[in-house]
Nanobody, 124 residues
Framework: QVQLVESGGGLVQAGGSLRLSCAAS????????VGWFRQAPGKEREFVGR????????FYSESVKGRFTVSRDNAQNTVFLQMNSLKPEDTAVYYC?????????????????WGQGTQVTVSS
């Protein structure tokens, strides 16, 4: 069993930056792929970015590519989401999720573990 806890959300002006953390307990994250998702009010949860097991590769949605970076520190058992050049449309609750499988890694229903989410609000 894995428990995930996100932190680092907050209110930031457009063009600013935030770094979200996803800290795990109960099991090492190193053998799991970890993704970040977000959900704005009235919208479905959408994929943001992910990092593979052991951190060998990353993948991003088109809407955040070039602005957001996912990284991991296996010693801290933590995955990070660095968000730069934030836009008002990035406003959402951000969730991290861990996947024990190898397919469907951009799909919320394929995730095995979820954090509780952290609010990110970008003002214009």
């Amino acid at each position: 069993q894995v428990q995930l806890v996100e932190s680092g959300g907050g209110l930031v002006q457009a063009g600013g930056s935030l770094r979200l953390s996803c800290a795990a307990s109960g099991r090492s994250l190193s053998s799991l792929s970890v993704g970040w998702f977000r959900q704005a009010p009235g919208k479905e949860r959408e994929f943001v970015g992910r990092i593979s097991r052991f951190g060998s590769s990353t993948f991003y949605s088109e809407s955040v590519k070039g602005r957001f970076t996912v990284s991991r520190d296996n010693a801290q058992n933590t995955v990070f989401l660095q968000m730069n050049s934030l836009k008002p449309e990035d406003t959402a609750v951000y969730y991290c999720a861990a996947f024990s499988g190898l397919v469907g890694l951009s799909t919320p229903r394929s995730a095995d573990y979820w954090g509780q989410g952290t609010q990110v609000t970008v003002s214009s």
